[in-house]
Antibody, heavy 123, light 106 residues
């Protein structure tokens, strides 16, 4: 059974750095074609793609508009993927999801998602 | 970034209705188009990938079509559990952008 769970602080202050951990089970990041992505959704708004880490250590993809603020790292031995976002602002208030994504010839999709972690940015 | 535009933004329908949602990409994305269903307070659920491939366990009343820039998701006979918000996503070019969502209401 594949599961993912996001964990991190529910409240951060403006200018602080957010660190979110995605803990997963039921699959390995060492498997070819498998990666973990991060997506967020502000309250009542659309989904926004943030970042993705493939099984290859060198293959990390970031949303260009947020690239300067995001870092994604993985600990294969602990089944963790960590997302850090610097310089948090109230507009970054959102539910943050991690998801397992499959990268296949002709298709890339995210089929397992965590329950989401609501992060509020406020002083 | 590739812009994904869904229409309509919301619709009202009844159980048994045939429902069609459209997603248009700002440039060609081949068939790298996914559809997700999301219910309030829940994570998105993958319905379709590669434009027309039904994901495991998804009822056959869901179907998808399209390529290039224009795509559709069709629910052949709307069921009570289908009232939700539907999102399209392109995975052709990073960032893998989503549409703004289509809310299907009773």
């Amino acid at each position: 059974q594949i599961t993912l769970m996001e964990s991190g602080p529910p409240l951060v202050k403006p200018t602080q750095t957010l660190t979110l951990t995605c803990t997963f089970s039921g699959f390995s990041l060492g498997t070819s074609g498998v990666g973990v992505g991060w997506i967020r959704q502000p309250p009542g708004k659309a989904l926004e793609w943030l970042a993705f880490s493939l099984w290859d250590d060198d293959d990390k993809r970031y949303s260009p508009s947020l690239k300067s603020r995001l870092t994604i790292t993985k600990d294969t031995s602990k089944n963790h993927v960590v997302l850090t976002m610097t310089h948090m602002d109230p507009v970054d208030t959102a539910t943050y999801y991690c998801a397992r994504c499959d990268v296949l010839p002709g298709a890339i999709y995210c089929d397992y998602w965590g329950q989401g972690a609501l992060v509020t940015v406020s002083s | 970034d590739i812009q994904m535009t869904q229409s309509p933004s919301s619709l009202s329908a009844s159980v048994g209705d045939r429902v069609t949602i459209t997603c248009r990409a700002s440039q060609s994305i081949s068939r790298f188009l996914n559809w997700y269903q999301q219910k309030p307070g829940k994570a998105p659920r993958l319905l379709m990938y590669a434009a027309s491939s039904l994901y495991i366990g998804v009822p056959s009343r869901f179907s998808g079509s399209g390529s290039g820039t224009d795509f559709t998701l069709t629910i052949s006979s709307l069921q009570p559990e289908d009232f939700a918000t539907y999102h399209c996503q392109q995975t052709y070019i990073n960032p893998w952008t989503f549409g703004q969502g289509t809310k299907v209401e009773i």
